[in-house]
Each structure stands twice: as structure tokens, then as C-alpha cells.
């Protein structure tokens, strides 16, 4: 395909999902400057629909922010012929998932060094506040493998506060559970309030895998994990942590505590709890070696590629196969919008934050990776298994 939003060129579509279609593309620039992107634009049948304009705008004004370097950040939205999009910043490198898929378990000093970077993000996430300096009380809700990403020299990063909980945003609507059935926490299960603990204890859940290959609640079918979830009975599971990263267990036995009351009191305590067992457990240099991993991994990707082919152009179409079978497994719960029509910009600029460009003004690009493109095809509420 060959289209334009504003100074956006979409080569192809690389994702769909229920809430939005995912576009690589080149930011064009004077002089012959060329900047790959990619571009993630609300469905055109959405367009005009009240709800989904709103979550798609509140979701982008939420990630603008966001300034960390370990948080994938949202730096432009825009609206080009009554269609909303934003920009992310293309990343070489891996999500966590695809990382275990490839590499296998982590070693104890890397896993450490992920969750550290993670909790980075959410400790910075969590004590954000806005210019007349109340809390946002941001709570992101989806922390997961496949929303973790890891570049090539090794560096961490958080992606996707599209589901996120803040002051001010839009409430859940009842019976709706945000987030996947695998990460949840307990109070996330049960629909009750959320505080930033819920994320250390998904957080937890992703640390055990990182470890051990295996998830920690599984069960057949959404129903019997989040009844493992709920019931939050893990103590043989961290028993059972043998050699090298036995000393995990007693920092996620805590992370992961069915009473939110019993966990570390914020992401910044963990982060410390983490940061200590990695200069008593892990390496030297944990990003070096994180980083080597990714490349070992897509090194393999780009080997077995055919002969001849453009070696990033086939990556991302073997990429975009991955995404649809995800996308059967991940299927919101509540997708449901009315067609109307499409959205104007008067009307986007008279939205909470005001945050929109024009079509043919638009900012500097922004963060995303192209293993990471499941993730921002949709609102991934009450995601299946990945």
C-alpha cells in the first residue's frame, strides 16, 4: 500500500485489532530526511464514536506524560482526513515473550535487571503528578511479558499504558476486567479498587516466568486462571525454585501476596529490593548481556530468511502472522462501538488535554518495537492467553 497521514507514509499494514489498525511507516522530513515509525490509527468505523475517540485520545494524552527512559513513551497524536492516529517511535529489539520464546529462562542477574528497569518505570509512573500538582494515581494494569520490550543494547522498557487506570479517565465499565487473565493481581481479578501494588504483583508474575520458562497461573481457560490468580496460592511454586535463582523467592514471595497490604509499599521499594539482589546475585554488566541475547535471537530470525529478501520487510511480515494468531487468543472481552462519523479536529482540541497536532504539523518521533507490535492493536481488555 502507499498512503499519507500528514508527514506519514504507511508502507504497510503490519496489525489489526479490535480498537486500531498498526501501519509501518516513514516520517518525511526536508532534505531527503526518511525516519521509520510506526503508526497506530483508530479503526475508520470507530471514527466518530464518543467512547472509543475518547479512551483513543486519553490513552495518547496519558503516554505524552510519561517521560522515563524506562517507559515507552506517546509523543504525537494526530488527525488527517477525520482519522485519529498517533506515532511511535520504531525500536529494534524484542518484547520479553518473544525473548523466552527464543532465548528460554533468563538467568537470575538478567531477570533482575529486568524487573528492576520495570519497576523503574512504574515507581516513576506512580508518583507522577499533574501541573497543579495532584497525583495522577496511575496504575498501568497490563504489566506483562509482551509489554516489556528490550532493545538490542539491552536497554528496558515499558509499553502500553493504553489500558491504564489514572485520576480523571474514564471508569470501567462494569464487568469489564482490564488486562491479562495471567498478570492480573487478585484486587484485579475481583474488580475492586486498584493502587499501584496490583502492578508489582503482575510484576512478580512475569519475574517467575523470566525465571523459569513457565507462567504461574495457568489453568484451562480464562475462568480457571483467574481463579488461580485470585486464590494467589504460590508458596509451592517459589519453593520450588532451585540453584542460581533460589534467591528470588523470597522477594517475589512478597511481590506476590494475595493482601496488597502484605507487598512492598511501591514500585520504589521493590525497585531497591531488586536493585540490592542484583549487586549480591547478578553481573557486572546485565545489559550487555541482555542486549547480546536479543541479537543471538534475532540474528537467528535473520538467517533463516530466504536468500535475496529484504531482511527487514520479511521480519515484519513473519511478524504480522504472529499478530493475527495472537490477536485470536487476545480478543477483547468488550469491543462492541457504533459506526458514526468521522471525528473533527475542533471537536478533538475541545477533548480533556487538548493534546493534537495537525495533520502536516506534527512532532518528533516517538517509542515502539516491531516485536512488539501485538500490543498496540487494541485495548486488551480482559485479554485471553496469549
Known sequence: MEAHLGAYRL????????????????????????????????????????????????EAQLGSLLEHSNIVPVLDLGISGGRLFMVMEYVDGLDLKTLLAGHGALSLGLALHVGRCVSRGLAYAQALRDPGGQ???IVHRDVSPSNILIARDGSVKLADFGVAKAAGREKTRAGVVKGKYAYMSPEQVEQRELDGRSDLFSL???????????????????????????????VGALEALRGEVSPLGPLLGRALCRGREERFADARELERALAA???????????????????????????AEAPGEDSHASTLE???????????????????????????????QAMPGGLATSAGSVSESSVTSRYQLRRLQGEGEGEGEE
Do not use: W
Request: proline letters at 3%.
Open 318 to 348: 513473519s511478524r504480522a502472522a504472529e499478530v493475527a494468531r495472537s490477536l485470536q487468543q487476545e480478543e477483547s472481552v468488550t469491543q462492541h462501538f457504533q459506526r458514526a462519523a468521522p471525528v473533527d479536529a475542533q471537536k478533538l
Open 11 to 58: 508502507l504497510r499494514r503490519i496489525g489489526r485489532g479490535g480498537m486500531a489498525e498498526v501501519y509501518l511507516g516513514m516520517r518525511q522530513g526536508a532534505f531527503g530526511f526518511q525516519r521509520r515509525v510506526v503508526v497506530k490509527c483508530l479503526h475508520d468505523h470507530l471514527c466518530g464514536s464518543p467512547d472509543a475517540e475518547t479512551r483513543f485520545v486519553e
Open 277 to 303: 539482589a542484583l549487586i549480591e546475585h547478578g553481573s557486572a554488566h546485565p545489559e550487555e548481556q541482555l542486549g547480546a541475547a536479543v541479537a543471538e535471537v534475532l540474528g537467528r530470525a535473520e538467517r
Open 204 to 234: 512478580g508474575a512475569v519475574l517467575y516466568e523470566a525465571v523459569t520458562g513457565e507462567r504461574l497461573f495457568v489453568g484451562n481457560g480464562p475462568l480457571e486462571i483467574m481463579e488461580a490468580v485470585r486464590e494467589a496460592g504460590v
Open 135 to 137: 497525583a495522577l494515581g
